[in-house]
């Protein structure tokens, strides 16, 4: 059981460069999001997703993209990357009905 | 305006003794309190949780307390042992919206042989 998993785990980027942030669960969870952390800010909600076709911002969305066309796949989208930006990812899922979130290994971003 | 605080970055302690991490929340509509662990180039993973419904949950050595008249929890690890050594983050959630966390900025400890 492969649970959350992230690619890719480092990635530097130039400033206006575009990438994409790939996750996938196998648990068959409704609910996906991506958080980031940055040194003494926790983990923070940049966008989640409580099923197929369903995105809703969280905390700190400026500057990201997704979306959600499968269960197993959310996907984030830098479209244009900013020193700002860089910080470690991490993908999660849950059940919608279940109280526990399961993280990703974490990619960790920098932009130049 | 922080809604989840953990207002020490950092503690030490002796193998054998007691850990004791706290954090203080804010938002009255929190009903459900997590506590993950975080070791370095991990992910978070979960350690134990309590709703708001209880004061006190256990889990071997873990064990989480929540007052709610004083918005606030705390975790208590006895013994520690050096494998503890981790940055825990406290979290909580609002009911029908359990999966939306909002985290604390995690507390590092450091248990030392």
């Known amino acids: 059981n492969a649970g959350v998993t992230q690619t890719p785990k480092f990635q530097v980027l130039k400033t206006g460069q575009s990438m994409t942030l790939q996750c996938a669960q196998d648990m068959n969870h409704e609910y996906m999001s991506w958080y980031r952390q940055d040194p003494g800010m926790g983990l923070r909600l940049i966008h989640y997703?409580?099923?197929?076709?369903?995105?809703d911002q969280g905390e700190v969305p400026n500057g990201y993209n997704v979306s959600r066309s499968t269960t197993e796949d959310f996907p984030l989208r830098l479209l244009s990357a900013a020193p700002s930006q860089t910080s470690v990812y991490f993908c999660?899922?849950?059940?919608?009905?279940?109280?526990?979130?399961?993280f990703g290994e974490g990619s960790w971003l920098t932009v130049v | 305006d922080q809604q989840v605080k953990q207002n020490s970055p950092s503690l030490s302690v002796q193998e054998g003794r007691i850990s004791i991490l706290n954090c203080d929340y804010t938002n009255s509509m929190f009903d459900y309190f997590l506590w993950y662990k975080k070791y370095p180039a991990e992910g978070p993973t979960f350690l134990i949780s309590i709703s708001s419904i209880k004061d006190k949950n256990e889990d071997g050595r873990f064990t989480v307390f929540l007052n709610k008249s004083a918005k606030h929890l705390s975790l208590h690890i006895v013994p520690s042992q050096p494998g503890d050594s981790a940055v825990y983050f406290c979290?909580?959630?609002?009911?029908?919206?359990?999966?939306?966390?909002?985290f604390g900025k995690g507390t590092l400890l450091t248990v030392n042989p």
């Open positions: 979290a909580a959630s609002v009911s029908g919206s359990n999966y939306k966390l909002t």
């Open positions: 999660a899922s849950a059940r919608t009905s279940g109280n526990t979130i399961y």
């Open positions: 997703s409580v099923g197929a076709g369903i995105t």
